[in-house]
């Protein structure tokens, strides 16, 4: 009895209102295609399973040994084998063929407006915009991390893969599952009907921080994305000379820039020569690839979307604004005073402790000298408070 009580408490928390990833609340138009589905081959299968749960039962109870004599067998009833055979098929025919349907229409991309390149890494997803004229127009690529940022009432083209190992990528409010497999481009459609996040996960067996790897799906209307699509083609601006921030920049720039990307950051020589910094991340990471960081706090999430860089009440105040009032709050980006400081400086300051990179030393001894995703780099805690200092204006 307790285990039949616990299993149903199981059941009942994923089917919470209020649950992120609730595949009974489809919230576009591919989601629904599959919520429309499902119901009917719940129910066909909820009966099917109460009526075998029923006959076993009778025949457990009705013919439980007692000495008596062997029951009468059906074995030679023509009539009832044949019922038997049929019943099953016609249900399967039932069930199959709008699946079969229903996945045709799921694959069809031919309606896509908008392209978006998605690859899965260890343990993140990278978001890169191509330039094009879907999207409202991108006049430049677009590289960014943790949230996929789409327009509203729009049917996206998502193309995915891997640099690694085979991820899957899920968005359940909006459309099913799909593998990305390192050489191999899948492609999804992705489509939202309002305004909001959309929480998602990895669901692919991926390595030790698998349960870390998340994805949010930010759904803006056409003005707030081409707004967000400005704001992360703004060009670069260096902070003031001599302030926290300009700190900052020369800390990131020695210890985080090797593996980093912030568009339009640049080193000055002695001699007055200015140099662009440039991200190696192949020569030091075993993804070959690290989160582009420019304009982080447009973002509301850090470190493949596993914490928040909001406080728990401006995440709720975002998570929980309606359509019509979502798109001002969210391109609000990260101010100082929604900032989750908290999270972020545990992060920097030791990132393997909160994101579990290797199963063991052996694992690590054979990487070839690059890191599974981010390592300790041993920063004081006056870098620290410069390097965020820094990432604040990146908004």
């Known amino acids: 009895m307790l285990g039949l009580t616990a299993a149903s408490a199981a059941v009942l928390a994923g089917c919470a209102k209020d649950a992120p990833q609730d595949t009974w609340q489809p919230k576009g138009e591919n989601a629904q295609k599959i919520h429309d589905l499902q119901w009917p081959v719940f129910l066909v299968a909820g009966i099917v399973g109460v009526i075998v749960?029923?006959?076993?039962?009778?025949?457990?109870?009705r013919f439980r040994d007692k000495g008596q004599p062997m029951p009468e067998q059906s074995h030679g009833k023509p009539a009832l084998e044949i019922a038997l055979t049929i019943l099953p098929a016609l249900i399967l025919v039932g069930v199959g063929i709008p699946t079969v349907s229903t996945i045709f229409d799921l694959a069809d991309t031919s309606d896509t407006e908008c392209i978006v390149n998605v690859t899965g890494q260890q343990w993140w997803w990278e978001y890169d915009y191509p330039a094009q004229e879907g999207c409202g127009g991108i006049s430049d690529p677009i590289v960014t991390s943790g949230q996929l940022v789409i327009p509203a009432n729009t049917n996206v083209l998502l193309r995915l893969t891997s640099r690694d190992v085979i991820h899957s990528f899920w968005i359940p409010a909006l459309n099913g599952k799909k593998d990305t497999v390192p050489g191999r481009v899948h492609t999804l459609r992705m489509q939202a009907n309002q305004p909001g996040?959309?929480?998602?996960?990895?669901?692919?067996?991926?390595?030790?921080?698998?349960?870390?790897?998340?994805?949010?799906?930010?759904?803006?209307?056409?003005?707030?994305?081409?707004?967000?699509?400005?704001?992360?083609?703004?060009?670069?601006?260096?902070?003031?000379?001599?302030?926290?921030?300009a700190l900052g920049e020369a800390a990131f720039t020695a210890n985080c820039a090797y593996c980093h990307q912030v568009n339009g950051l640049s080193s000055t020589a002695p001699d007055g020569t200015v140099t662009p910094v440039l991200a190696n991340p192949d020569q030091f990471v075993v993804s070959g690839s690290a989160p582009n960081l420019t304009h982080l706090m447009t973002r509301n999430t850090f470190a493949g979307a596993t914490w928040d860089l909001l406080t728990d009440e401006c995440r709720d105040r975002v998570?929980?604004?309606?359509?019509?009032?979502?798109?001002?709050?969210?391109?609000?980006?990260?101010?100082?005073?929604?900032?989750?400081?908290?999270?972020?400086?545990?992060?920097?300051?030791?990132?393997?402790?909160?994101?579990?990179?290797?199963?063991?030393?052996?694992?690590?001894?054979?990487?070839?000298?690059?890191?599974r995703g981010m390592p300790?780099?041993?920063?004081?805690?006056?870098?620290?408070?410069?390097?965020?200092?820094?990432?604040?204006?990146?908004?």
């Open 53 to 61: 749960m029923v006959a076993v039962g009778y025949a457990v109870v």
């Open 197 to 245: 996040i959309y929480a998602g996960q990895c669901t692919e067996f991926c390595g030790l921080s698998h349960a870390n790897m998340k994805m949010e799906a930010v759904a803006l209307n056409p003005d707030d994305f081409q707004t967000w699509v400005a704001n992360q083609l703004e060009s670069y601006v260096a902070p003031e000379a001599g302030s926290q921030a």
């Open 319 to 371: 998570w929980n604004a309606s359509p019509e009032e979502f798109g001002a709050l969210y391109l609000q980006g990260v101010t100082a005073e929604c900032l989750n400081a908290v999270d972020l400086r545990e992060w920097i300051r030791n990132a393997p402790a909160k994101k579990p990179m290797y199963a063991s030393d052996a694992q690590k001894a054979n990487s070839g000298g690059k890191v």
């Open 376 to 395: 300790a780099l041993g920063l004081n805690e006056t870098q620290i408070d410069q390097i965020i200092a820094y990432l604040l204006e990146r908004n």
